[in-house]
Every structure is written in C-alpha cells, then in structure tokens.
C-alpha cells in the first residue's frame, strides 16, 4: 500500500481519536468503515471550498498619511497581518513544528502514528489527554473557524466536537498536502494561527510580545510564541500566566534538542533567559491615533464615516465595517501631515483647546477634493467633559464635516458666492450695477428682526456700503442690499440649487425643509443663514479655483486588498458642475474681497484686504458674519488650494464669537496657504472672457 494512500484507509477508523473524543474506534459503525469508498475520503483539490483554496483570513487594515508611511491607525476585529515565510525567523518555523506537528514533514497531512499514540492515551486515561490533529489539520480547522465571510453561529459549526467534522478535518488535509508544498502550508499556518492576548499570525504576536518583526525572533522568544498556540488564554504572559508560558517554552526547547535542531548548551541558555516581553499594541480606530497626534482624529473619524457611506464595500453600514475590520487593506490617505500640524497650530493661535469656542478648520484640493486637513481645537477623545460642556474640551464629534448631531454653523456672506454665481449663469455680467440703499425692502416674506412690514429688509454693516456698486464691488465690501437685490433678480430657488450643487449639505431640518418647499421664497439664504461646515464651504470654493469642477470631498489616495490588488473605490469623483467662464468670472470677483486685483482692475476695497500682501501669490475668498456675529467665517483659495475656517460655539450657538476674531482668522487662514504652498509654483487665474464681465457693447447695467 503506498504511503499516499495508507491514510486514507485508516483516517475513518480513527476519527474519535482524532477529535479527541472518548469514541473508541470499535464504537464506530461498520457501514462508516467499510460503506465510504477512498472517494469519499479523499476530496479533490478543485472541491475544496474557495475559503481553503484561497484563504480569506481576517487580516487589519491600517490607514497611512499621503506618504504611504505614517501610519494613523489601525482597524481591526483580529490583530494580523499576512507574511511571507522567508521573513519569517528559521527558529521560528522550526519551533512551531517542534510545539505542534514534530513529523510534519514525514506525513501526507494525517498522521497515523500520532493518531494511535493519541488514541491509546486517551482510552487509558479515559478521558482527552493528547490530541492528534497535524499541523494541516489545525490550519485548515483555523481557516473555516475564521473565515471573515461567515457568520458567528457558521464558525462555530466549523469547530463543533464531532466525528463528522474531525472526518471533514482530515479529507481536506490530505487535499490541501497533495496540492501544496510544506512550506506554503507552514506559511498559512504561521498567518492564522492565535498566540494570544489578540494576537493572530506570527508578525502581529511579535510586535505584540516582543515589538519586533518576525524576522527578528531569538530562538526564546520563538520557542515562547511557539509554545502559546497551544493554550493561548491560559499560557498568556502578558496578562499573568508567565510561569506557564516559560514552562511551554521549556517544553518546545526540549522538543528542539530532541529532533537535533537546537544543541543542548544552546537551548539551556535559551531557557535561562528571562522572559524579556516588550509589549506593544497595535492602535485600533480613531482613538487609537497616535498621543501626539490627537488631531487627526477628527480625519479619522471623517474617514470611517466616508467609508461607511461606500456600497462597495457592503450593502449595510455593518458589513462595511466588518470588511474594513477584516479585509486588510492599504489604505493610504489624503493627509498631509506638515499641513495638517500648521493648520492645527494655527487653529490654536486663535482658541486654545479649551476654549468655548471652536474654530474647524478645512483644506481641501481643487481638481480632486483631496482633504489635506481637518483640524479644531479639541481633544479627539471619548473622555467626559465638565456638566453641560458637550463639546470641549473632547469630543469625537465631526465638528468639521458634519454628520450625526453636527449640522453646521452659519456661514455669513460667504454664500454670496452662490447668488454671484447664479446672477452670472444667468447670463448677468460682473459689471451689472445697482445703486444699493443701506436698507432695502424684498419681496420675500419673513417675520423677526429684519423684517418690515413682513418682509425682509436687510441692511448694510456700514452706511459707508450704500450707493453704485457691480459685482466685484458688491463681493469685495460685502454689500448686503446688493445681493439681496440681486437674488431677486435670479430668483432664491437658484441661489439655493447653485448651493446645493457645489456641495453644501444642508443637514439642520429646518434648512432641508425650506430648500425643498420654499426655495422661491427663501431670500435670507444669500446671507448664509443656512448651517454649513468648512468642509463643505472649502469643497464649493474650490470648485470655482478648479473652473467649474466640483470633485466630491474625498480622505482617499489609494486602497489596496490583501492580495495587492487596487480597489476603485476613493478616486476622485469630480463632475463639471459650472460653465467655466462663470467659474473664471467668479473667481475675479472673489479677488477683490482679499485684497487682490480682478483681471479688470474693478477692485475697491474688501474685508480681509491684507490676505494677499501676507501671501504673496493670486488669491480670491471671502469672509462672513452671522447675525449678531454669532459665527465668523473665512475661506480662501488659490488656483492649488481651499481653506475653510469658521469660528463657533458648537454647545450654544447663541454664544456669539463676536467680529474682532475674524482679523486672527485671516490671518491663520493666510499662514495655513502659505506653508501648505511653500513648494509649489505660483499660478494665476485665468481671466474670464468680456462676455461675462462687460455687454457686448460696454454698457454697464442695471439701475
């Protein structure tokens, strides 16, 4: 009988063994000896389901910075990450043999004299006391029990104590050793198997006992790692069970010296060390980022929060966690470190952590909406904070994106930008003039303080802002009655849509509720009324820097599977939203707020003049002011780059930041562009055509 075939014959016999049961192996039935053909024991390759063929084993995924380096963090349900065997230390493949399957490389995946020797013991003892499952057999019990695409109730059915499993154990052991080389099954093995305290495959039980790679394992601490896989949760060192884990360790020392692998004296020395443990966890979701790195928290959390929202990687919120949580990906991000420390510490030039207010802050690319930064001053942390402060100082709130309690806050006239941009597509040009009173009456219905008469009649922050003005003017000083104006020209519903387009989310209800049943009448909305967040106004402002682009805000560089393979999901989701010589057109106007100089020289005056003499290069922006100064906001931006600051109190939005903030807010918005464009070329804007600044025949309009 040849050695291939021997255990075919003997693996149903000896199956209680096997398992470990008290079944003696004259208990088995006869019709199961002799009614199952080799067939049936010996299962094909090809059948062997695709968990086995092709392992899916849990695997985290880590979250690297743009460099492709730094990490951020980790996700994960089970701490591991697959290797190669040739990084794998030689003692420690050959210790994990000595612990577990000493003729692993003399069997064809059952291991017959074992399974006597087992079943002797046991039938003597009466009771369980050696197992006999080879190394094959424990992997492929390993690879059903975990694989990620089951649920909790089929993995358990993958480790049941029963005949019928133990059979199914060993016929696809035997496949597997015909298919596979020894040493791509010790491979697998060493990437699945538990060694304890949350430690799964050999690379992440070395960080975790020993901070080191797998690679660089002494013959101890392998003989150590080796000895756990045994018992993990009762041999576990780190959490008090030192003295049996020395005690396994001794145990596959001496298994070592017995198969000639190790010499005696070296072993002995071996045994005498300490156990040395230099433990390290690996950092699990967003409060896991690095200590000195709290910030990114807030990216972090922006990050799961995009990730959720993606179908490709499940059909519910809860698989889309779970395949983040098991699928080992390579996800490399969007931030940008050096940026996002200068936007933190200037963020914090203006409030301190903790401050009651707050000012999120957000950079964003034009042309991809690649976010390079998101900070506040906040801790990110679950930690509690004093009676009534729920957002400082921690929280793990997005107070810069938005989403869950976070609606937004008011963003002022820096939604002037949309009215300017609707007045423009519809076909009114930059020198569209109107001699704006310091109040002005509309025709939209409102009730409250900036109403007369029941309608609203906003004003001017200076009496100096009255009379002619066009758009650049208008944008430049922030005249109010100007837009006003002018969104009755276009018509509210416009400006609203115009909004919406460019990206901003109007998550508060009642905003939601007026921009689907009361655009038309919706005339406050050109002064930003409406709760919006940094994230969002940085998005709609690089849409005019990219000449009518809007690309969806996005933390994604790349993503890679396990396998190396380059997932789609996370490229840039960009769209022409904005005729381009609308955008260009745009783009001059929103010169003038900042202190630059439209390509007509039409600029007088703005809010934030000195932004472009600090930095030197062609910007457009704007500021904003709430109501009362309850908010303050800026946004600037280059042909390059977006930033946008706003500054609140996100426990009371009553809680008014005052106006004096907003000149330290330029001036960190300034200091945020200018180290985020230290490398990069300066660029100028394209001029928009004299369509869309000037009639045809030079003559300005309006009143």
């Given at each position: 009988?040849?050695?291939?075939?021997?255990?075919?014959?003997?693996?149903?016999?000896?199956?209680?063994a096997l398992a470990g049961l008290a079944l003696a192996v004259a208990a088995l039935p006869a019709?199961?000896?002799?009614?199952?053909?080799?067939?049936?024991?010996?299962?094909?390759?090809?059948?062997?389901?695709?968990?086995?063929?092709?392992p899916p084993t849990a695997q985290r995924s880590n979250l690297y910075a743009n460099d492709g380096?730094?990490?951020?963090?980790?996700?994960?349900?089970?701490?591991?990450v697959d290797v190669p065997l040739d990084e794998v230390a030689p003692v420690m493949r050959q210790?994990?043999?000595?612990?577990?399957?000493?003729?692993?490389?003399?069997?064809?995946?059952?291991?017959?004299?074992?399974?006597?020797?087992?079943?002797?013991?046991?039938?003597?003892?009466?009771?369980?006391?050696?197992?006999?499952?080879?190394?094959?057999?424990?992997?492929?019990?390993?690879?059903?029990?975990?694989?990620?695409?089951?649920?909790?109730?089929?993995?358990?059915?993958?480790?049941?104590?029963?005949?019928?499993?133990?059979?199914?154990?060993?016929?696809?052991?035997?496949?597997?050793?015909?298919?596979?080389?020894?040493?791509?099954?010790?491979?697998?093995?060493?990437?699945?198997?538990?060694?304890?305290?949350?430690?799964?495959?050999?690379?992440?039980?070395?960080?975790?006992?020993?901070?080191?790679?797998?690679?660089?394992?002494?013959?101890?601490?392998?003989?150590?790692?080796?000895?756990?896989?045994?018992?993990?949760?009762?041999?576990?060192?780190?959490?008090?069970?030192?003295?049996?884990?020395?005690?396994?360790?001794?145990?596959?020392?001496?298994?070592?010296?017995?198969?000639?692998?190790?010499?005696?004296?070296?072993?002995?020395?071996?045994?005498?060390?300490?156990?040395?443990?230099?433990?390290?966890?690996?950092?699990?979701?967003?409060?896991?980022?690095?200590?000195?790195?709290?910030?990114?928290?807030?990216?972090?959390?922006?990050?799961?929060?995009?990730?959720?929202?993606?179908?490709?990687?499940?059909?519910?919120?809860?698989?889309?966690?779970?395949?983040?949580?098991?699928?080992?990906?390579?996800?490399?991000?969007?931030?940008?470190?050096?940026?996002?420390?200068?936007?933190?510490?200037?963020?914090?030039?203006?409030?301190?952590?903790?401050?009651?207010?707050?000012?999120?802050?957000?950079?964003?690319?034009?042309?991809?909406?690649?976010?390079?930064?998101?900070?506040?001053?906040?801790?990110?942390?679950?930690?509690?904070?004093?009676?009534?402060?729920?957002?400082?100082?921690?929280?793990?709130?997005?107070?810069?994106?938005?989403?869950?309690?976070?609606?937004?806050?008011?963003?002022?006239?820096?939604?002037?930008?949309?009215?300017?941009?609707?007045?423009?597509?519809?076909?009114?040009?930059?020198?569209?003039?109107?001699?704006?009173?310091?109040?002005?009456?509309?025709?939209?219905?409102?009730?409250?303080?900036?109403?007369?008469?029941?309608?609203?009649?906003?004003?001017?922050?200076?009496?100096?802002?009255?009379?002619?003005?066009?758009?650049?003017?208008?944008?430049?000083?922030?005249?109010?009655?100007?837009?006003?104006?002018?969104?009755?020209?276009?018509?509210?519903?416009?400006?609203?849509?115009?909004?919406?387009?460019?990206?901003?989310?109007?998550?508060?209800?009642?905003?939601?509720?007026?921009?689907?049943?009361?655009?038309?009448?919706?005339?406050?909305?050109?002064?930003?009324?409406?709760?919006?967040?940094?994230?969002?106004?940085?998005?709609?402002?690089?849409?005019?820097?990219?000449?009518?682009?809007?690309?969806?805000?996005?933390?994604?560089?790349?993503?890679?599977?396990?396998?190396?393979?380059?997932?789609?999901?996370?490229?840039?989701?960009?769209?022409?939203?904005?005729?381009?010589?609308?955008?260009?057109?745009?783009?001059?106007?929103?010169?003038?707020?900042?202190?630059?100089?439209?390509?007509?020289?039409?600029?007088?005056?703005?809010?934030?003049?000195?932004?472009?003499?600090?930095?030197?290069?062609?910007?457009?922006?704007?500021?904003?002011?709430?109501?009362?100064?309850?908010?303050?906001?800026?946004?600037?931006?280059?042909?390059?780059?977006?930033?946008?600051?706003?500054?609140?109190?996100?426990?009371?939005?009553?809680?008014?930041?005052?106006?004096?903030?907003?000149?330290?807010?330029?001036?960190?918005?300034?200091?945020?562009?200018?180290?985020?464009?230290?490398?990069?070329?300066?660029?100028?804007?394209?001029?928009?055509?004299?369509?869309?600044?000037?009639?045809?025949?030079?003559?300005?309009?309006?009143?």
């Amino acid at each position: 009988m040849t050695r291939a075939l021997l255990p075919k014959v003997f693996t149903v016999l000896l199956a209680g063994a096997l398992a470990g049961l008290a079944l003696a192996v004259a208990a088995l039935p006869a019709a199961l000896v002799y009614g199952v053909g080799l067939s049936a024991l010996s299962a094909p390759y090809a059948d062997l389901p695709n968990t086995l063929r092709t392992p899916p084993t849990a695997q985290r995924s880590n979250l690297y910075a743009n460099d492709g380096t730094t990490l951020i963090t980790s996700f994960y349900q089970e701490d591991r990450v697959d290797v190669p065997l040739d990084e794998v230390a030689p003692v420690m493949r050959q210790a994990i043999i000595a612990a577990e399957d000493a003729r692993f490389h003399e069997h064809s995946g059952v291991d017959l004299r074992g399974i006597l020797r087992a079943f002797t013991v046991n039938r003597r003892d009466g009771a369980t006391r050696q197992g006999a499952s080879t190394l094959t057999m424990q992997y492929v019990r390993n690879v059903l029990s975990n694989d990620p695409r089951l649920s909790e109730a089929q993995r358990a059915a993958a480790t049941e104590v029963s005949t019928a499993r133990k059979v199914q154990e060993i016929r696809y052991a035997l496949a597997l050793e015909r298919e596979l080389t020894k040493d791509q099954i010790l491979a697998r093995y060493l990437n699945i198997a538990y060694f304890g305290a949350g430690a799964y495959g050999v690379a992440a039980a070395s960080k975790r006992y020993f901070s080191v790679s797998p690679a660089e394992l002494t013959l101890a601490q392998a003989a150590l790692l080796a000895g756990l896989v045994r018992s993990p949760h009762t041999d576990d060192p780190i959490h008090g069970d030192a003295d049996s884990a020395m005690a396994r360790r001794g145990y596959v020392l001496d298994r070592l010296v017995e198969s000639g692998q190790v010499p005696p004296d070296v072993a002995q020395r071996a045994q005498a060390e300490p156990l040395n443990l230099r433990p390290s966890e690996t950092p699990n979701d967003c409060t896991a980022v690095p200590e000195g790195h709290n910030d990114w928290g807030f990216f972090c959390d922006w990050f799961t929060r995009w990730w959720n929202d993606q179908r490709a990687f499940g059909s519910t919120v809860d698989e889309r966690q779970r395949t983040l949580r098991r699928g080992g990906f390579t996800i490399v991000s969007t931030l940008d470190p050096a940026v996002q420390r200068s936007t933190t510490e200037q963020v914090r030039r203006v409030y301190s952590a903790q401050a009651r207010y707050a000012m999120p802050t957000a950079v964003v690319q034009p042309g991809t909406g690649r976010v390079l930064a998101m900070s506040v001053n906040r801790t990110y942390s679950v930690a509690a904070n004093p009676p009534g402060q729920k957002n400082h100082p921690n929280t793990v709130n997005q107070l810069v994106g938005g989403g869950g309690t976070i609606v937004g806050y008011q963003g002022g006239s820096t939604f002037k930008l949309f009215t300017l941009l609707a007045a423009l597509e519809a076909g009114l040009p930059l020198n569209t003039v109107f001699d704006a009173p310091d109040r002005i009456r509309t025709r939209y219905q409102i009730s409250g303080e900036t109403s007369c008469g029941g309608y609203w009649c906003p004003e001017n922050a200076s009496a100096s802002m009255s009379g002619e003005h066009d758009m650049w003017t208008a944008f430049g000083q922030s005249v109010n009655t100007y837009f006003a104006w002018l969104t009755e020209q276009v018509g509210a519903d416009r400006v609203v849509e115009m909004a919406e387009r460019l990206g901003i989310v109007l998550r508060a209800g009642d905003d939601a509720q007026l921009a689907r049943h009361g655009a038309r009448d919706w005339g406050p909305f050109t002064l930003g009324v409406a709760a919006t967040t940094p994230l969002d106004l940085a998005g709609a402002y690089a849409t005019v820097a990219a000449e009518g682009i809007w690309c969806a805000p996005t933390p994604i560089t790349s993503i890679t599977d396990a396998t190396g393979r380059r997932v789609g999901a996370g490229q840039p989701d960009c769209r022409q939203v904005l005729d381009v010589d609308v955008s260009r057109a745009a783009v001059d106007a929103a010169r003038c707020p900042v202190g630059d100089q439209s390509m007509y020289h039409t600029c007088d005056g703005g809010t934030a003049t000195r932004l472009r003499g600090q930095l030197n290069r062609p910007v457009g922006g704007k500021t904003g002011s709430s109501e009362r100064y309850a908010t303050e906001t800026v946004v600037a931006f280059t042909p390059q780059l977006a930033v946008a600051a706003m500054a609140a109190n996100p426990d009371d939005p009553q809680d008014a930041v005052g106006h004096a903030v907003q000149r330290a807010m330029v001036d960190s918005v300034g200091e945020i562009l200018a180290f985020a464009l230290r490398d990069q070329p300066v660029r100028d804007f394209v001029p928009p055509s004299d369509t869309t600044a000037w009639r045809v025949t030079g003559e300005r309009t309006g009143n």
